[in-house]
């Protein structure tokens, strides 16, 4: 199956960290085939690692962190082979960390410092473009993406957000690909983030208040799968879910899509996730379903529940604590997790579903 995109379509890309330091040339060659005679919007994560880092320095003030990140950056500058400072935006990380009095409380000071893993991949990727030869522009969602006060995971406010699309809506007139940065807003002048994950939130957004033909979500992971390949190594691909299940599936726990990704698209954006190192388009999500149990998980201190939607009854012996119209879930000791997982995929893997690969249903672009 090849995904068409009707003529002069706009299209929200988002690409996860690794897809800047690892894979730029995949990226950037998917980038250009898209921008040819569409409209593309680029939503950024930080570079792979640096979200955690960015924590830690947050609450060490630690020197080493400090020039561990600055080498990190400047070694994907120096990979990419283009010519830019990051001394300005060092040297305020350096003031921020110096003067977390200034700030209404402490989640909001690390909202600030965790800024810059955006900011800063935001400025590389922009640079990387232009030297190809694609006009591109930065941009700061700080100054486009309003939320609420809920720092640490706020929620966008998507009316207030509405009236600053203009922005965008210039840049993309004067044929620029604006480059966004994920997972940042602004709550009445403070920076604050959406949550671990809020990238894939941020394009989302953006493709519904641009009215985009679609999302696509590029990152290491080929798509959703049926379970963590991580954990369950015979999960499989699933090449297309409903917004129902997607929605349910990342409230759960499902590790693929920030939680609040599916709410503003919902009916009216196609999402699109897969791999950037391969071109692969692995899992569509829209208002088709390919009738697969997605098994997802949360963990807790001791426990750990396990959802399964999709199934409406799953023959395991572990106690019930949520179910709804489309998924149940059970709770299983924390330690117990990964054989737990690897069991319940085992019984509500159905047999009788579809066994083709995700390259029958999917082409290279």
């Known amino acids: 199956m090849i995904y068409k995109l009707s003529a002069k379509s706009r299209v929200i890309i ?4 690794s897809s800047v330091r690892d894979s730029f040339s995949e990226a950037l060659e998917l980038v250009q085939k898209f921008h040819e005679g569409n409209e593309v919007v680029i939503v950024l994560s ?8 960015l924590l830690k320095l947050a609450e060490t003030r630690s020197p080493e962190i400090l020039e561990e990140l600055e080498e990190i950056h400047l070694g994907a500058i120096e990979k990419l082979g283009i010519e830019l400072s990051i001394e300005n935006e060092i040297k305020e990380l350096r003031f921020i960390l110096e003067n977390e009095k200034r700030f209404p409380n402490r989640k909001a000071y690390v909202d600030y410092v965790l800024s810059f893993g955006e900011r800063l991949s935001v400025k590389i990727f ?4 232009e030297d190809e030869g694609i006009k591109s522009s930065p941009v700061d969602a700080f100054y486009l993406i309003e939320t609420d006060g809920n720092f640490g995971n706020a929620r966008v406010d998507l009316e207030k957000t509405k009236g600053n699309i203009w922005t965008i809506e210039r840049l993309l007139e004067k044929g620029k690909i604006p480059v966004v940065t994920g997972f940042l807003g602004n709550f009445n002048g403070i920076r604050t983030t959406l949550g671990r994950g809020g990238s894939d939130y941020t394009a989302s957004v953006l493709g519904y208040l641009l009215n985009a033909r ?11 799968y049926t379970a963590d390949p991580r954990i369950v190594k015979n999960a499989r691909i699933i090449p297309f879910i409903s917004y129902e299940e997607a929605l349910t599936a990342s409230r759960l726990g499902m590790k693929a899509l920030h939680e609040r990704t599916i709410e503003p ?29 997605i098994i997802t998980y949360k963990t807790f201190r001791d426990t750990a529940e396990i959802g399964v939607v999709g199934a409406f009854h799953v023959d395991v012996e572990y106690p019930i604590v949520e179910h709804g119209r489309n998924f149940v879930c059970f709770l299983v000791e924390r330690d117990n997790l990964e054989a737990a997982l690897n069991e319940i995929h085992e019984v509500v893997l159905n047999e009788s579903l579809s066994t083709s690969d995700d390259s029958e249903l999917w082409t290279r672009i």
Do not use: Q
Request: positive net charge.
């Open 14 to 17: 988002k690409f996860g960290g």
């Open 46 to 53: 930080a570079l792979k690692g640096v979200t955690d880092l």
């Open 126 to 129: 922009s640079k990387a473009l």
């Open 214 to 224: 679609a999302v696509l979500i590029m990152s290491d992971v080929k798509g959703i």
């Open 265 to 293: 698209i919902k009916d009216r954006v196609p999402l699109i996730l897969g791999k950037t190192s391969e071109w692969r388009l692995g899992t569509l999500v829209s208002d088709i379903s390919f009738k697969m149990p």
